[in-house]
């Protein structure tokens, strides 16, 4: 597979740069992969599309708002990308700045308390913060919103860029298929008799790591942690067994469904998911429906949706969705594939 096989052209004017005025009023792409066709819904039809004892999988991480600003002691201004905790006091960071940081240095955050530099481990930076990083993020970061959004975050994506059931503190991007729902259809969801679990996946900046390798297997996806329940997994199992649906609610679900069932049944516990999903890679095993976001062209994500329905499918619904002016990305529309 080649990267170039995964392109489709997109109208700068269907970038969804802001979020709906409601999370549910979003267009939903329904995509039957057994008779090939399309539909045009909305997401508040979801619960009349799923099925009785479907099990619906979410992905219950928070974001963390992990940018900081920071200073040297020269005065020059350094940006903080928060990419995981390392210990109690200490988080591996991308440093930007006009000068390069060094071992040793410290920095100075907002409130002026003092951040020292450890070491450089590969591209990131090892950063001892002399207190819990997340709550130093949670009390001075902002929302590192994706870059194909281009503009700066305002206080409304505080709430926006996190998903109504999100629980364990720790992405740096949010998981964005699960934006769409909203408390009334989740209750809806239960009165129709659709189960739901939660497994929790921290999203990190990997997510958004382009593709730059033409021969799509020699492409390494970032690492990132989860953690399955012990009585998520045998619900999983248990409807695999008995020949139920699992319904993934975006891709970061489908890694860890994936990664945890690498070996057969899905195992319970912590582990690093660091299986690449695309078409010619291993199988996607554990999933039967998938509700996602519209994702960049090359995209890893988008090769994983290809794994799951096949890339000629999935791009003839990229281009139904770009023909009919679908909203794309983070805070755009969705579509459903069965």
């Not at 699992?246 to 994936?258: K, P």
């Amino acid at each position: 597979m080649l990267r170039s096989e995964f392109h489709y052209e997109l109208p700068d004017e269907l970038i969804a740069r802001h979020p709906p005025g409601e999370r549910s009023a979003g267009r939903l792409l329904l995509v039957d992969g057994a008779r090939g066709s399309y539909a045009d819904r909305r997401v508040i039809d979801l619960p009349g599309l799923l099925r009785p004892r479907d099990l619906l999988v979410v992905n219950d991480t928070r974001v963390i708002p992990a940018r900081l600003w920071a200073h040297k002691a020269t005065g020059g201004r350094v940006e903080i990308l928060l990419e995981r905790t390392s210990d109690a006091s200490r988080a591996r960071v991308q440093l930007r700045a006009s000068k390069a940081v060094r071992p040793g240095a410290e920095l100075t955050l907002a409130d002026g308390s003092l951040v020292a530099v450890v070491a450089q481990v590969d591209e990131f930076w090892e950063l001892d913060f002399r207190a819990d990083p997340l709550a130093v993020f949670e009390r001075l970061g902002e929302v590192p919103l994706p870059p194909y959004l281009d503009r700066p975050p305002e206080a409304a994506d505080r709430e926006r860029y996190q998903t109504v059931y999100a629980r364990e503190r720790g992405s740096v991007a949010a998981p964005t298929a699960g934006l769409h729902f909203t408390p009334q259809i989740l209750a809806a969801l239960d009165a129709a008799g659709v189960e739901r679990a939660a497994v929790t996946l921290h999203v990190g900046y990997g997510t958004f790591k382009p593709v730059r390798v033409e021969d799509v297997e020699a492409h390494v996806v970032d690492p990132e942690r989860y953690t399955i329940a012990a009585d998520t997994a045998a619900r999983l199992n248990a409807a695999r067994a008995a020949g139920r649906r699992i319904v993934a609610v975006g891709t970061t679900t489908v890694r860890a469904l994936e990664s945890a069932g690498r070996d057969g049944p899905i195992a319970a516990g912590d582990g690093i998911a660091d299986v690449f999903l695309h078409p010619g890679g291993p199988p996607i095993a554990h999933v039967d429906a998938l509700l996602t976001n519209f994702h960049l062209p090359r995209s890893s994500l988008l090769m994983l949706v290809c794994a799951f329905a096949g890339r000629e499918a999935v791009l003839r619904a990229y281009h139904e969705a770009v023909a009919a002016g679908y909203r794309f990305y983070s805070y755009g529309d969705a579509m459903l594939i069965v």
